[in-house]
């Protein structure tokens, strides 16, 4: 900028506006929510020409201020100099959005640390090949998501690396046992979560396999980090760094994206274990581009609204399906209670802190039935993915899971009579009145 005086006008308008402001965190001893935080956490418009909203970053590369800060840099990334390296270099690594989207992911659930990444799976992956090497096992619950499955049997595997699984709803000694086990066969490099499992809604008792990984691994050499897919009911109704995992993963495709926009992913954690995960991605490459990043700014800033309002508009809904003659059950965790599952409503008592929006509901009749239903709603859209501002219906049987094997399929539960619904932020009486009409066009 040309040098200039200031005139009147500068002081008291333009300057004044963009002068740095000290970031608040807390008011009169009082921590501010993360819903508070979304809106200024990590970005300082002063450094932005006063623009309220952080501008896109278009930018393969950051410029260094002279040669010897270019190599103090480097000297921090390749360990010539402790305290690692700070500041931007190259936009494989990171950039000012991905930074601010990471500091306020990370607020959600108080993470010492954060990371972005291109999309929930290749968050995964990029997890997966920080922590293992051949001969290593992991110990999963299952069913993961049909990729997760995918990735750890068949492409680990071709790598030789092995894995355990006990079912979702394990109990403490059936998780000891896997445990056991895999501890006899060699180096558990990673125990590997996901709750609640897709499309079973089984519920994992996160403080049972922190427990358990204590006890079987109290003499050993390292303990195994807990990772734990959280997409589902992340970062609002379950918080399971709370509750012994580790590190934390999310397709924010989903929720956290949330108008079925963008397809992006995140893992969360302390500073240990996300730099091993970072150095993996700097390598790779799986970072998330600047402009979704952006849009996944703008999306953490109703995170909180939207998925009050869909949980709200669940509870409603599922009350109403729940209480139809057409209907044979609906798999939602707000009903495990009056559905007599007492271990899995012991483990959402000590877990979650909402019943979500998604959730399985099992029609009276077959495929016919499902895919009249289906084919007969108005409002809601027949689509996979879930989270998003709108409401969306699939057939698991016959779309997402169609190329799981007979025995498995009904082992989980993936009947012809199965339709997944997630719920989104419409009118809930709206919501009703669709599925009151399409149940009775069966
Ligand atoms: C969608 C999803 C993934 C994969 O995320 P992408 O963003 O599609 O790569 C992983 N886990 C769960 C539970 C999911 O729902």
């Known amino acids: 900028m040309p040098d200039k005086t200031p005139t009147e006008a500068d002081m008291t308008g333009v300057e004044a506006r963009i002068s740095p402001k000290p970031e608040v965190e807390k008011i009169g001893g009082r921590k501010l929510k993360a819903s508070t935080l979304m809106m200024g956490h990590g970005y300082d418009p002063a450094l932005s020409e006063g623009s309220l909203k952080p501008p896109i970053f278009l930018t393969s590369t950051f410029v260094f201020p002279n040669a010897a800060a270019g190599k103090r840099h480097f000297e921090g990334v390749t360990g010539k100099r402790p305290g690692g390296a700070e500041g931007l270099v190259y936009s494989r690594f990171n950039g000012p959005n991905q930074e601010i989207l990471e500091d306020r992911l990370g607020v959600w659930e108080e993470a010492e640390d954060a990371l972005a990444f291109s999309s929930g799976m290749s968050a995964i992956a990029t997890l997966f090949l920080s922590m293992v090497k051949p001969g290593d096992t992991i110990v999963h619950s299952g069913p993961l998501y049909a990729a997760t499955e995918t990735l750890i049997a068949r492409v680990l595997g071709k790598f030789g690396v092995n894995y355990l699984d006990f079912p979702a709803g394990a109990t403490r000694d059936q998780i000891d046992a896997v445990m056991a086990q895999a501890k006899d066969e060699g180096r558990v490099a990673l125990i590997y979560l996901e709750s609640p499992a897709n499309p079973t809604n089984a519920l994992v008792d996160v403080e049972a396999v922190a427990a358990s990984r204590d006890a079987i691994f109290a003499d050993a050499d390292e303990k195994p980090p807990i990772a734990i897919d959280n997409t589902f009911l992340g970062p609002l109704w379950h918080q399971p760094l709370k509750h012994g995992a580790d590190i934390v993963v999310y397709s924010l495709t989903k929720y956290a994206g949330g108008h079925s926009d963008l397809v992006a992913g995140g893992v969360l954690g302390s500073k240990e274990h996300i730099n091993i995960i970072r150095a993996m991605r700097n390598t790779i490459g799986t970072i998330t581009d600047p402009n979704t990043a952006w849009m996944l700014l703008r999306s953490l800033e109703t995170l909180e609204l939207r998925m009050s309002r869909a949980g709200e508009n669940a509870a409603k809904v599922c009350r109403f399906l729940n209480d139809h003659a057409k209907v044979e059950r609906v798999g939602y965790l ?79 539960g993936i009947t012809d009579n199965l339709v997944r619904i997630s719920i989104g932020v419409e009118d809930a009486d709206d919501l009703i009145a669709d599925f009151d009409q399409a149940l009775a066009a069966i």
Do not use: N, W
């Open 334 to 412: 707000g009903f495990l209670e009056e559905q007599g599952d007492a271990q899995q409503a012991d483990i959402y008592r000590r877990h979650c802190l909402g019943a979500g929006s998604t959730f399985s509901l099992y029609l009276k009749g077959g495929e016919r039935e499902s895919f009249a239903f289906l084919d007969a709603l108005r409002i809601a859209k027949l689509a996979v993915s879930l989270g998003g501002t709108e409401t969306l219906a699939s057939h698991p049987a016959g779309m997402t899971h169609i190329s799981v094997a007979e025995p498995r399929k009904s082992q989980l």
